[in-house]
């Protein structure tokens, strides 16, 4: 069983809530697909039929950056609880500080010597403000949000440092800086890391905003991730078809408390992005690959008990708790994502949003996307079954273009 601590706040909450009225599942009609013959099951979900060996059952997502966050139609924007949120993740704003305090100390001839970017400096200009007490001779803090630029701006004049640090308000590719930075904190890394325009914000601060952008040294973070593992969702389970119909979502994704036991991982995981900021080319923004994941019954096993625990706690009945976790616990409904970053150049500073290697549930601001791969689960998966996806991901080299995802493949399930 894995180790899971306090709870924390994240950027968005579910759309939907466990403790929502739950209504009586319904059995509904049979289906063909992929030439095996699948039915569902009388609580709903896709099971294979026995004969058929392998079973291959279609599964697909695609959606948009925006897509159910709040943005200006171009970069993901946050409310005034998000941007908190974020300042006050302990396991992450505390390795930034080390990381910027390093880098300073580590300049040949000093801090004061350093001209510093923070890009995306957010609304208390946490970062601006870590690099100006640490030393650091000039700070350009750069904010595309009015409002969290205003609110910078007051929150560094009341902290005395506006000799040191210039809030430049807009979004970074329409602005010139006075002198290039010798290093970049660019805290722009969303849920799924190239979310919030980071690919194509770092390719134009490459060739305009940093001295030296092919240095590892001249960026922080210097490397983010996405990590990927199919996994099972309790209310995918409960609330079915013709009462709930999950295709309204639009593709959508519904997004999770990193610490919501209500999706659990049926799979090790599997690295998706990998992007290096002092490598961006302007030829690298779009991820295409194959990949295939191996169901651990192990994991199944865990999640059917975590799952039970929880059902309990929500006040189902002992039979139908077991029932319905026992259902879960063997369901697919989506690929799960979340991300990972490297502060320093030796990438001895890791930020984790779950648990690395095995992705267990722990504390991060940063929240576990789960697109909705099937309008209904499909159930009865064991250890060696496979989910197979092509990954299509542009996540753009436009700033005002918000990254597209794409994922596409085939559940099977072997006899
Ligand atoms: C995740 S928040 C981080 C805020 C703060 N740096 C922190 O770490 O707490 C990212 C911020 O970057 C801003 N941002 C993202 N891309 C930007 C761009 N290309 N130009 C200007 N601001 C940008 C967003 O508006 C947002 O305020």
Redesign the pocket.
């Known amino acids: 069983m894995k180790d899971y601590g306090d709870d924390i706040s994240c950027k968005k909450t579910p759309n939907v809530s466990l403790n929502a009225e739950i209504t009586r599942r319904k059995a509904f009609a049979s289906a063909f697909v992929s030439g095996a013959i699948v039915s569902n099951s009388m609580d709903g979900g896709i099971v294979a039929n026995a004969q058929q060996v392998p079973t291959k059952i279609p599964i697909s997502a695609s959606w948009k950056a925006v897509d159910g966050l709040n943005s200006n139609d171009k ?1 993901v ?2 409310d005034a609880s998000a ?1 908190k949120a ?2 006050d993740d302990s396991s992450r704003t505390p390795l930034f500080k080390k990381s910027i305090i390093n880098r300073l100390n580590s300049a040949p001839n000093g801090p004061e010597s350093q001209t510093v970017l ?5 609304p ?1 200009a ?2 601006a403000i870590m690099a100006a007490e640490a030393g650091a001779g000039k700070v350009y803090a ?4 009015p409002e ?1 630029a205003a609110s910078a701006r007051a929150t560094i004049k009341s902290s005395g440092l506006s000799e040191i640090i210039t809030v430049y308000e ?4 329409d602005i010139t800086l006075p002198a290039k930075a010798d290093f970049a904190i660019a ?2 890394v969303g849920s799924i890391a190239s979310e ?2 980071a690919y194509a ?1 770092i390719l134009d601060a490459h060739t305009r905003l940093l001295k030296e952008p092919n240095n590892p040294n001249s960026w922080i973070p210097n490397r983010i991730q996405t990590y990927a593992a199919p996994s099972s969702y309790t209310l995918h389970n409960l609330f079915q078809p013709p009462e709930f119909d999950w295709s309204k979502l639009n593709g959508e994704p519904v997004r999770f408390n990193c610490r919501d036991e209500a999706l659990q991982l049926m799979s090790n995981p599997i690295l998706l992005e990998d992007i290096t900021f002092s490598e961006i080319t302007n030829n690298k923004s779009f991820w295409k690959k194959d990949i295939t994941f191996t169901i651990d019954q192990e994991r199944l096993d865990d999640n059917t008990l975590i799952f039970y625990d929880e059902l309990r706690k929500n006040r189902l009945s002992k039979s139908e708790a077991e029932d319905v976790s026992k259902r879960t616990g063997r369901a697919f409904t989506g690929i799960a994502m979340w991300p990972r970053l490297f502060l320093d150049a030796d990438e001895k500073i890791q930020v984790n949003s779950r648990s690395y290697p095995n992705g267990g549930h722990q504390k991060s601001h940063w929240q576990t996307v789960l697109p909705i791969m099937n309008d209904v689960p499909i159930t009865g998966l064991k250890g060696g079954d496979e989910v197979s996806v092509n990954v299509d991901f542009n996540v753009g080299s436009d ?1 005002l273009k918000p990254p597209s995802y794409r994922l596409n493949g085939f559940v099977t399930m072997y006899n």
Not at 142 to 145: A, H, P, Y
Not at 170 to 173: D, V
Request: proline share 0%; charged share 15%; net charge negative.
């Open positions: 970069i924007s946050f941007y974020m300042v923070d890009l995306g400096t957010g208390f946490v970062f750069i904010e595309g949000n969290a807009g979004f970074s590719s805290e722009i919030e325009g914000t700033i």
